[in-house]
């Protein structure tokens, strides 16, 4: 089975040099491209409400990700609290804006790295961070306490993709399998929803980064799940609000036809949401726009990645983080779906 890459960094010393440069970027925080320039190594808070010490608001064998991802022990899910951007329709709002409560569950690096280590043993297929961004550099530093204690698992970087390229590259070797979002194929959209300027940009190079550093290939290992890759995904809204085909059409035409795309159901209007305030979101998505969609995947010819079930996929990932030990109910559903 193939080791993870960021082994061969930490046997160099290059994997320590790294989180050097990382965390020494805290000091004038620019790790996203709000660039807030706070000095976050003083504890000051910037934008994202983050400050020097990682939030970790759930962690947990998850299987409701990619089936290349989940095998029969789930991906070992890091939740960080807290997020760069202000989706008015963010299904984990509980713990993605809700800043004085997540403030509370700050964790040392050497705890961080035992939640790592804690997964691992518990039979995860991997160490999937979920929102990484705005504590990359953190993640990275817990990564190596982890790694020198025996972690031996993929990484995987469960981002929005509102990333510095800059924080990419630094990444390039320490994460394994990129899964990002590519969330809207308008700036306006960005504006409107998710509440930052220029994320189709922003989104569109750091993705491009990924893709320089993983390709268009799909590694797996000798257990048929994912060791290393990247694979994009597209949350359908309604009233095509996210562009699909524009961005399906950047994806084949900039990067390769062959990038694996996992095509999102799942939408439901939560949050903020309601016909008030943002009437074309305020309802589930249509049958016709996700045949819409898989049409538009099919007529442009990319053939690599996954469906969700149409039927299913609002319930299925609803969340209460309420629970912080089993945030899904359908946990169990996947366990007997998904025997070892």
């Known amino acids: 089975m193939p080791n993870p890459s960021y082994l061969a960094l930490l046997e160099s010393g290059a ?37 020097l010490l990682p939030i970790v608001s759930s962690y947990t064998p998850h299987f409701g990700e990619e089936p290349a991802l989940v095998g029969g022990r789930g991906a070992g899910n890091v ?37 790592f280590l804690e997964l691992q043993d518990r039979g995860c297929h991997n160490i999937n961070w979920v929102s990484p961004t705005h504590f990359a550099p953190q993640l990275a530093k817990s990564l190596l306490i982890a790694a020198q204690r025996g972690l031996r698992l993929p990484v995987v970087y469960n981002t929005n993709s509102y990333d510095s390229v800059e924080v990419l590259r630094l990444l390039d070797g320490v994460v394994d399998i990129y899964l990002p979002d590519l969330k809207y194929s308008a700036d306006e959209a960005g504006r409107e929803y998710s509440k930052v300027t220029e994320y189709t940009r922003h989104s569109r190079a750091a993705i491009a980064e990924m893709f320089r550093q993983t390709g268009a290939a ?53 949050n903020k949401v309601g016909a008030d305030r943002y009437p074309l979101i305020s309802r589930k998505i249509r049958w016709s726009e996700w045949l819409t969609a898989i049409e538009q995947i099919e007529s442009l010819e990319m053939e690599e990645g996954w469906l969700q079930d149409f039927e299913s996929a609002a319930e299925y990932y609803k969340p209460d983080f309420g629970n912080r030990d089993a945030p899904f109910k359908d946990i169990a559903d996947f366990q007997r779906a998904r025997p070892d």
Not at 85 to 109: G, M
């Open 79 to 115: 939740f960080l609290g807290l997020c760069n951007l202000r989706c008015v329709y963010c299904q984990n709002y509980q713990i993605s804006q809700t800043f004085k409560e997540q403030q509370r569950r700050e964790v040392s690096f050497e705890r961080l790295a035992e939640i």
């Open 15 to 51: 994997l320590a040099e790294r989180v050097e440069v990382l965390m020494n970027s805290l000091a004038s925080c620019n790790i996203c491209p709000r660039d807030c320039g706070n000095n976050r190594l003083e504890n000051e808070l910037s934008a994202c409400y983050s400050g």
């Open 218 to 270: 799909l590694i797996y290992g000798p257990d048929g799940l994912l060791k290393r890759g990247l694979i994009i995904r597209l949350l359908v809204l309604p009233n095509d609000i996210a562009g699909i085909q524009e961005s399906l059409r950047w994806i084949r035409d900039e990067l390769s036809p062959k990038v694996a795309v996992s095509l999102m159901a799942q939408y439901f209007p939560t």
